[in-house]
């Protein structure tokens, strides 16, 4: 690229450049790099997507038609409401309150609680999610068939020793009646989701300074105001990017209740469709492209939490650009533009 005669030469000294400049300085001559790879680069991509596409184009077996058909059926939207949609939010939920709480016991100075804390992300991160759901399904309805719910340990035992004429049972919690539910499903799944969120809180927390804590209790907050008020707000600026991950991966991760067994769940309709009618992959698809679907909503609701929570940190698309606008001007200035 060749500049004109009136171009801006180089800066003196005296105007902050770092080069004298003589009264016989020419033009800059500025060539931009240039990078041939990057066209090789999109070349070989998009030969590779042509493929692909050709693939799904051609290829009969994938049956398209009937995929968007069995991702109208009842059953199938069913499933994806209650099973995918409603266990997600209802896992999260249970996961992220707990798991704030149990990453608040990890932090506590009390020991007690710590070791609680600890021992808690330590059996529920240590147990795989799927062992977990089948464990509830089966394992928690064999061992109690139902919860006998009294004043304190061993009252039931103390009752028939003393000879009373009641067992002291405040209330019984039939396990059996929920085992293979929703409901149970969702307590499973974010019982196991709070185990990272606490880890996931815990980073938060302390990535803020401890002088925000300490100007806080200045201030005369109570630690639990100044946790509200102060560290909280500025955790979330940590906590939300992982969060969203988890959430997207708590999406997927509801086709683990098919294991409960729950039959309104999304991949559990579309199996069952695919084994009724022969044809796997176009039901498997119509599964792979709802979890798509959802994700990529999920993605722009993650996106557009990051960018409110991280306003302040110079790290949003707006900022950014505010940012590079004016580091250019700077530079302009500072590099001798008249």
């Known amino acids: ?27 800059i001559n500025a060539v931009p790099v240039r990078h041939p790879g990057r066209w090789v680069a999109l070349v070989v991509i998009a030969i590779f997507f042509a ?67 600890f021992l808690y992300t330590w059996f529920f991160r240590g147990i795989p999610r799927l062992v977990l759901v089948v464990l509830f399904g089966t394992g928690i309805g064999y061992l109690y068939p139902k919860f006998d719910i009294g004043p304190f340990p061993f009252s039931q035992q103390l009752a028939g020793w003393l000879g009373m004429s009641s067992d002291l049972t405040l209330f019984t919690f039939n396990v059996n009646q929920i085992s293979s539910t929703l409901i149970w ?11 990272y969120m606490a880890e996931i809180a815990r980073a938060g927390i302390m990535s803020v300074d401890e002088g ?60 069952a469709i695919g084994n009724r009618t022969l044809k796997i992959m176009p039901t498997l698809m119509a599964a792979c492209l709802w979890y798509l679907v959802i994700t990529s909503v999920l993605m722009v609701g993650q996106y557009f939490l990051e960018r409110h929570f991280g306003r302040g940190y110079g790290n949003t698309s707006v900022q950014t650009k505010t940012d590079t606008t004016k580091t250019r001007l700077m530079g302009l200035t500072i590099g001798g533009g008249k």
């Open 1 to 27: 690229m060749t500049t004109d005669s009136g171009a801006a030469v180089p800066p003196s000294l005296d105007e902050g450049g770092s080069a004298p400049v003589s009264d016989d300085a020419g033009p």
């Open 51 to 117: 493929m692909i596409a050709s693939s799904f184009i051609t290829n009969e077996r994938w049956d398209w038609p009937f995929a968007f058909q069995v991702m109208n059926y009842s059953p199938v939207l069913e499933g994806l409401l209650k099973g995918t949609i409603l266990a997600t939010i209802g896992s999260m939920i249970i996961g992220v309150v707990l798991g704030v709480v149990v990453g608040v016991m990890r932090l506590s100075d009390n020991p007690v609680l710590k070791f609680v804390g």
């Open 185 to 195: 499903g969702i307590i499973a799944m974010g019982l196991s989701e709070a185990a």
């Open 212 to 271: 925000q804590r300490e100007a806080a209790s200045a201030l005369g907050m109570k630690p639990s105001l100044s946790m509200r008020r102060v560290i909280l707000p500025q955790a979330m600026r940590v906590i939300i990017p992982p969060t969203g991950n988890e959430t997207i991966a708590m999406l997927k991760d509801t086709s683990l209740l098919m294991a409960l067994p729950l039959s309104t769940e999304l991949f559990f309709q579309a199996q």
